[in-house]
């Protein structure tokens, strides 16, 4: 079995690269793929150099799974031929509502695997994913009836170049320079952005449509959501203040034990200083942290939750590289 990484040399890339050598996945041949600007480039995979090879002449019968992390115009073209021939993991958010492709995150609806048409599966956006890992166990048990979501997602989301102007901009920021945005509607050091992706006609932008959709898809078709959605002067790890309904009454002990309890959360709730998670302290960890836990008494049934985890992992390398585990581990479900 071949696998092939098509953005190799990105952010999303290079994560999948470093999740692959954690993982162990037993294959013969990586094939790493990027644009004919980056091609040439050598990268390192288990203390062996890769030389990275040009997407446009790249031959995809030759790898068995293929991780798309380049986005979503990369995935427009190159997807439909690379499915002719092999399972394709899509990290873009192209064929994330397609009701012929799966939407997944293993630990949420693994059994979507089963119903592969065209031998492509989403990747949900980073900020749905790390919020239905910690939604499930509690829908399950107590129905999700409306959410309420802020998030304060890091500037890594919209790929190197932001993070790079991160840096920049707070380092101008400090020498009193004048600061020109460029990956950004505003500035963003030492500010945050109430903006992510386009605006549409009712005012939402399509980064909160899609949280919105996406968790449907996922999780529950009958759930509503609204999102506001909010660029932070952060490198890296998504947060999110969720505001839950339910149907039916819980405990706070039930709530705790039920995400304690479920692949890929951690609960670090302490009424203390301190007593939370950070992005800080999610960066370059596979868990989702829930903290924050509390009675919303405003409402029946109604709980606070803050949500942390590192958008790169959780949101997209991680959660694709479980994909492929999962396919594998069915043998890719008899076909």
């Not at 999610?282 to 903290?291: M, P, Q, R």
Request: charge should be positive; glycine fraction near 4%; hydrophobic fraction near 40%.
């Amino acid at each position: 079995m071949n696998i092939a990484i098509v953005g190799a040399t990105g952010n999303v890339g290079r994560k999948t690269l470093e999740v692959l050598e954690k993982k162990n996945i037993s294959f013969n041949n990586l094939f790493l793929l990027a644009s004919s600007k980056s091609a040439g480039t050598k990268l390192n995979f288990k203390d062996k150099e890769y030389q990275v090879h040009d997407l446009e002449t790249f031959d995809f019968t030759r790898a068995k799974i293929i991780f798309f992390a380049a986005g979503k115009k990369i995935s427009e073209k190159f997807v439909p031929m690379a499915s002719k021939s092999s399972f394709v993991i899509d990290n873009s958010s192209f064929y994330r509502m397609d009701p012929d492709v799966p939407l997944v995150v293993p630990q949420v609806n693994s059994y979507d695997l089963q119903r592969i048409n065209k031998n492509i599966i989403a990747n949900p956006n980073c900020s749905t994913a790390q919020l239905v890992i910690a939604l499930k166990p509690l829908h399950d048990l107590f129905k999700v009836k409306r959410i309420v979501v802020s998030t304060y997602q890091s500037v890594s989301g919209g790929g190197k170049a932001p993070m790079d102007e991160l840096v920049e901009q707070t380092k101008m920021f400090l020498d009193n320079k004048k600061i020109k945005s460029k990956n950004f509607t505003k500035q963003i050091a030492f500010n945050i952005i109430p903006h992510i992706d386009v605006f549409s006609d009712d005012g939402y932008t399509k980064e909160e449509i899609k949280m919105a959709k996406e968790t449907r898809k996922i999780l529950d078709e009958k759930i509503d959501l609204t999102a506001t959605c909010v660029r932070i002067p952060v490198s890296v790890s998504h947060s999110e203040s969720v505001n839950i309904q339910f149907e039916k009454p819980f405990t706070l002990k039930q709530v705790r034990d039920a995400l304690n309890n479920f692949d890929g959360c951690k609960v670090i709730d302490e009424r203390t200083d301190g007593g939370y998670s950070t992005p800080i302290d999610a960066e370059g960890k596979d868990d989702t942290f829930i903290s924050r836990i509390r009675e919303d008494k405003t409402i029946k049934n109604g709980l606070n939750l803050w949500i942390v985890s590192d958008n790169l992992l959780r949101g997209a390398a991680l959660n694709s590289v479980e994909i492929a585990e999962a396919l594998i581990k069915n043998n890719f479900y008899g076909k």
